[in-house]
């Protein structure tokens, strides 16, 4: 079984919608969790970044963590054709110079005018 | 203006071939990462290296090479014991303990003649 678990998709919504995306994980020493965005054929952009349980907001995303289900969420308002990406969660125990982090497959969006 | 290179952005292999990719960064990060993906597989870790001259294996190390003489330079090389290179590669770094983001090059996609 994979440490973490992300729904591939294709997920194809219109404009305007609101999106959710989410991740689940097996191992309990993740702390610190991100949320990356890729176009086609580029690297991946880093989008938003948690460490404790709780909602993050920046813009029209918002990041959801929630340790005890492990279980961490991306949810996307307003969404827009420019937010047609791939979205990788990715998680890490941290607490070490350079820590490794442990990426979900990706979730294909595409949000259609 | 600050971030990671990588070139070339395609490379083509001949069989028995060894071919080497190119990263640099200009932030000042001390870790340095190489990941593999392929469609349907998410990021996988190539090798990683927390610090000059030194460098660790990561979970498909077999069939590459890295060297680490600068702290800004972390070159991948593909050897001819790698059957199946043909994927997208990707480079990271991160800087030390307290930011556990990485952050991402453009990419190199690999492909066999």
């Known amino acids: 079984q994979k440490e973490v678990e992300q729904d591939p998709g294709p997920l194809s919504v219109p404009e305007g919608a609101i999106v959710s995306l989410n991740c689940t994980y097996s191992?309990?020493?993740?702390?610190?969790f991100m949320w990356y965005r890729q176009y086609s054929r580029k690297g991946p952009e880093l989008l938003m970044y948690?460490?404790?349980?709780g909602n993050k907001e920046d813009g029209r995303f918002t990041a959801q963590v929630d340790k005890s289900s492990k279980y961490i969420s991306l949810f996307i308002r307003d969404s827009q054709p420019s937010d047609s990406a791939t979205y990788l969660c990715?998680?890490?125990?941290?607490?070490?110079?350079?820590?490794?982090?442990?990426f979900g497959e990706g979730t294909q969006l595409t949000v259609n005018p | 203006d600050g971030g990671i290179t990588q070139s070339p952005k395609y490379l083509f292999r001949k069989e028995g071939q060894n071919v080497t990719l190119s990263c640099e960064q200009n932030?000042?990060?001390?870790?340095m990462y190489w990941y593999r993906q392929d469609p349907g597989q998410g990021l996988r870790l190539i090798y990683y290296?927390?610090?000059?001259?030194?460098?660790q294996k990561g979970d498909i190390a077999e069939g590459y090479s890295v060297s680490r003489e600068k702290k800004e330079s972390f070159p991948l090389t593909v050897t001819s014991a790698q059957k199946n290179p043909t994927a997208f590669y990707l480079c990271?770094?991160?800087?030390?303990?307290?930011?556990?983001?990485?952050?991402f090059g453009p990419g190199t996609r690999l492909l066999v003649l």
């Open positions: 990271a770094s991160s800087s030390v303990v307290g930011q556990e983001t990485q952050y």
């Open positions: 191992n309990s020493a993740f702390q610190y």
């Open positions: 948690t460490y404790s349980s």
């Open positions: 990715a998680m890490t125990q941290g607490g070490g110079r350079g820590s490794r982090l442990t």
């Open positions: 932030l000042n990060h001390d870790a």
């Open positions: 290296s927390q610090i000059v001259n030194d460098f």
